[in-house]
């Protein structure tokens, strides 16, 4: 079985500021990792994955994330936060031999000017 | 990057009647569909997956002859609420992957259910 765990259902942050949402995983084997962000009532928008290589992936937005096997983490971290980053994001993992992904439950991210 | 579209995005409906919600893949051949349901300030709920040609498979607890779905193409999928009710209302949202694991999911833009 895999699962996701986004510890904090809120982050807050000031503008201008760095920031990181959290993530962690457990699945059976090598994961592949993703990052999806969602504004109000719209769908989730691809931001990052890992698949393999290298630990510091970046995406769009400028947004990266830090892949961590032996803490099984795959952090979301921007330099400096915008107040449009402001959102809902979910973290997602997939085993290599899996048909579908689990997401977590989502972090509300909010920027404050 | 890749666009899925769906169709309609607000629907309001009287309790009994069915709701289709169409769901394309734009720029790429969608060999698998999934189909959420998102409640609100709520996670993903997985309602089904389905491979084009191949009949979907459902989540555990999610009634498949209420919530029909068809993958008819490698572009489209369909999600039919039969005989809606109000408890059926909520945001739903199909996403589609073009081939394996590694590969990204993209994501609709959602499609509002209220059932009257």
């Known amino acids: 079985a895999q699962s996701v765990a986004q510890p904090e259902d809120q982050v807050n942050v000031a503008e201008g500021n760095p920031l990181t949402v959290k993530c962690t995983y457990s699945?059976?084997?090598?994961?592949?990792l993703f990052w999806y962000v969602q504004y109000p009532n719209r769908g989730l928008q691809f931001l990052l994955k890992?698949?393999?290589?290298?630990?510091l992936v970046k995406g769009s937005y400028g947004f990266e994330a830090e892949f961590n096997k032996s803490q099984t983490s795959f952090h979301l971290k921007k330099p400096s936060a915008l107040v449009s980053d402001s959102a809902l994001y979910f973290c997602a993992v997939r085993g290599v031999n899996a048909g579908k992904s689990t997401f977590g439950d989502g972090t509300t991210l909010t920027v404050k000017p | 990057g890749a666009v899925v579209s769906q169709h309609p995005s607000w629907v309001i409906c009287k309790s009994g009647t069915s709701v289709k919600i169409e769901c394309r893949s734009l720029?790429?051949?969608?060999?698998?569909m999934f189909w959420y349901r998102q409640f609100p300030k709520q996670s993903l709920m997985l309602m089904a997956t389905s491979n084009e040609g191949s009949k979907a498979t459902y989540e555990q607890g999610v009634e498949k002859d209420k919530f029909l779905i068809n993958h008819a193409s490698l572009t489209l999928s369909t999600l039919t609420v039969t005989s809606a009710h109000p408890e059926d209302s909520s945001f739903y949202i199909c996403?589609?992957?073009?081939?394996?694991?590694?590969?990204?999911?993209?994501f609709g833009p959602g499609t509002r259910l209220l059932v009257l």
């Open positions: 890992y698949i393999t290589g290298d630990n």
């Open positions: 699945v059976s084997g090598n994961p592949y």
């Open positions: 996403s589609a992957r073009d081939g394996g694991p590694a590969e990204t999911q993209y």
């Open positions: 720029d790429f051949q969608a060999t698998t």
